[in-house]
C-alpha cells in the first residue's frame, strides 16, 4: 500500500500549524522542481533565487486553502510562473507584436533536432531574447496555451504565437550554427 499521500498530507498539516522542519522538508521535495522552472523563464540565478524564496513563503501562507494534497506540486508550479510572470512584468520585458515581419523561410515550420545534446539547447534557449524565452518556456515546457499565456503576460494571443515562433527560429539557428561550428 502506498502511503505517499498520506506521508504528503501529514507534513502539510505540519506546515499549516507552522512546524519549521515540516516546511523545510517540503522545501526539499520541491524546491528543485520549481527552480529549475523558474531558471528556465527568469534565465537570472539572483532573481530566480528571489523568486523561489518567496514563492514558498506565499505557499506556505495559503497551504491551508489547499484542498488535495495530490494538487501540491502543480499548485506550487503555479506559484512559481505566477511569480515570475509579475517579475518580469514588473522589470518591463518587451513582447514584440511582429506580426507584420516577414521571417527569413517563412512558409518553413521549425522543428529542432531531437538529437541534439539538451545542454547545448539549454545554453541556446538561455541566449533568446527574454519576451521569446519567456513564451518558448510557457508554451513548450510548461505547456500552456497561447491563450493562457497571452493571459498572463497581458500581450495578445498572436503576439505570443509570434514570439514562439521567433523562438523556435532563433533557437534553430543558434543550434545549426553551434552544432556546424564548433
Not at 3 to 23: L, P, R, S
Not at 42 to 58: G, H, P, R, V, Y
Not at 123 to 131: S, V
Amino acid at each position: 500500500m502506498d502511503n505517499t499521500g498520506d506521508h504528503t498530507a501529514q507534513i502539510i498539516e505540519k506546515c499549516i500549524e507552522g512546524d519549521i522542519k515540516a516546511q523545510f522538508i517540503l522545501y526539499k521535495m520541491y524546491s528543485k522542481a520549481m527552480y529549475n522552472i523558474a531558471i528556465r523563464i527568469l534565465n537570472n540565478k539572483m532573481d530566480t533565487e528571489d523568486i523561489l524564496q518567496e514563492s514558498f513563503i506565499t505557499a506556505f501562507g495559503g497551504l491551508g486553502e489547499l484542498n488535495n494534497e495530490k494538487a501540491l506540486g502543480s499548485w506550487l508550479k503555479r506559484i512559481v510562473i505566477n511569480n515570475c510572470i509579475t517579475h518580469i512584468r514588473n522589470n518591463r520585458v518587451i513582447y514584440e507584436d511582429i506580426e507584420d515581419y516577414k521571417f527569413d523561410n517563412e512558409d518553413e515550420h521549425p522543428e529542432i533536432d531531437d538529437s541534439i545534446d539538451p545542454t547545448i539547447v539549454h545554453k541556446a534557449i538561455k541566449e533568446l531574447p527574454d519576451g521569446c524565452r519567456t513564451v518558448l518556456v510557457l508554451h513548450a515546457l510548461e505547456n500552456y496555451k497561447h491563450r493562457e499565456i497571452a493571459e498572463m503576460l497581458e500581450i495578445s494571443e498572436s503576439t505570443s504565437k509570434t514570439q514562439y515562433r521567433r523562438a523556435l527560429m532563433l533557437l534553430n539557428n543558434m543550434l545549426k550554427h553551434k552544432i556546424y561550428v564548433n
